[in-house]
């Protein structure tokens, strides 16, 4: 190599702020640039022929994270991120073979080592935030689950007995009118009409609410009955399996797969164009596990990466608060296909199990 090029390449090193040091397969240092020398403290003649390992993590054995052997093993670059015990900061190691050789044939590596622990800091504030986002954000769902189900229990019961009362009233003075006030016996057989409408609107408005079948008889049941009304309403035909029969899960998880369901189901009827939905519900393996199919036209990349579609949001937000996922995707054939699955652990297991992942 030139000699001026050396100098300018040397230059380059020396200007990068984390650490650039050549090494051969032994950690043996054969040269290092200005961070290095800047972080020991020493001249740059006290650390040639020196081990890497004990210059930079003062240890007499590679560091645990060390990616030499691997890349000294397989011929390629290789990078890790590590926490280094000795000084409680995060470092990425990165190992990449060169084309060449100390003049008694060993090969030359470069050995690039950085501080990213300011990086892992705001990672894991990060983290955080967005945990405690989705927390705020079950709070408040677990809010307005509480308040529909309040609502749909007051609307059923105190307006519905109103109304079945005045239904009762209604039927003890038409059987007093003679039978000759045919006008008056028109108007009250319209009025009883306009409350059995009143009565069936209370009903599936506290349906919408709380469908009270999802706490009296559970998910399975639920869900069935969600695709029956959806069935009733948009005249698509939908076939519905679930196994077992009975699904044993919480009120709250329940609650985040029901309403998922209810959404996947929506999105169809205002949006698929299909005439055929299959609605399938499954517990096994530590997980309950929903899928919905349709032979719409189907949903397009665009569309499930919209950042302004809440309602794809929303689902995957239940799912996810739980450990879950929602995957949607397009049918290979026609239509789309929704997946939910949520784990059956509890919140507090899979929380410890992430914390010990981190």
């Keep these: ?31 290092a640039n200005r961070a290095v020398l800047e972080q020991t403290g020493l001249k740059s003649e006290a650390i040639l022929g020196k081990h890497c390992p004990t210059v930079l993590h003062g240890l007499d054995a590679p560091w645990y994270a060390c990616p030499l052997e691997e890349a000294v093993e397989k011929g390629r670059a290789i990078e890790r991120e590590a926490l280094d015990q000795q ?25 690039m080592v950085s501080n990213i622990t300011d990086t892992k800091k705001g990672e894991a504030e990060l983290r955080a935030s967005r945990e405690q986002l989705r927390e705020l954000s079950q709070f408040l769902e677990s809010v307005r689950e509480e308040e529909r189900t309040k609502m749909a229990r007051e609307i059923h019961d105190e307006l519905g007995q109103i109304l079945t009362a005045l239904k009762i009233e209604l039927s003890w003075l038409t059987r007093r009118f003679p039978q000759e006030q045919g006008l008056l016996l028109e108007k009250t057989e319209s009025m009883s009409e306009l409350i059995d409408g009143a009565i069936r609107t209370v009903k599936r408005i506290s349906s919408e609410l709380r469908p ?11 869900v069935e009955w969600q695709a029956q009304e959806f069935a009733k309403l948009t005249d698509i035909k939908v076939r519905f399996s679930a196994s077992p029969e009975h699904i044993d899960l919480d009120r709250d998880r329940s609650t985040a797969i029901f309403r998922v369901c209810q959404e996947a189901l929506t999105n169809i009827a205002r949006h698929a164009d299909a005439t055929k939905v299959g609605v399938s519900l499954r517990q096994g393996s530590g997980r309950v596990s929903l899928r919905i199919t349709d032979n719409g036209k189907g949903i397009d990349d665009d569309q499930i990466l919209d950042p ?18 929602v995957k949607i995707s397009r049918a290979p054939d026609k239509g789309t296909v929704v997946s939910v699955s949520i784990p059956l652990a509890r919140r507090e297991h899979l929380d410890a199990e992430n914390t010990d992942r981190r």
């Design 308 to 325: 302004r579609a809440f309602g794809l949001m929303g689902m995957r937000e239940r799912a996810r608060y739980w450990g879950g996922e």
């Design 212 to 222: 009270g079948v999802l706490d009296d008889l559970g998910l399975a049941d639920a």
């Design 1 to 31: 190599m030139d000699f001026g090029l050396e100098l300018c390449v040397s230059d380059i090193l020396d200007a990068l702020p984390f650490y650039v040091l050549i090494v051969d397969d032994h950690h043996q240092i054969l040269q």
């Design 87 to 111: 000084t409680g900061r995060w470092m990425r190691s990165a190992i990449y073979p060169t084309a060449c050789f100390t003049p008694d044939g060993r090969r030359m590596y470069l050995h």
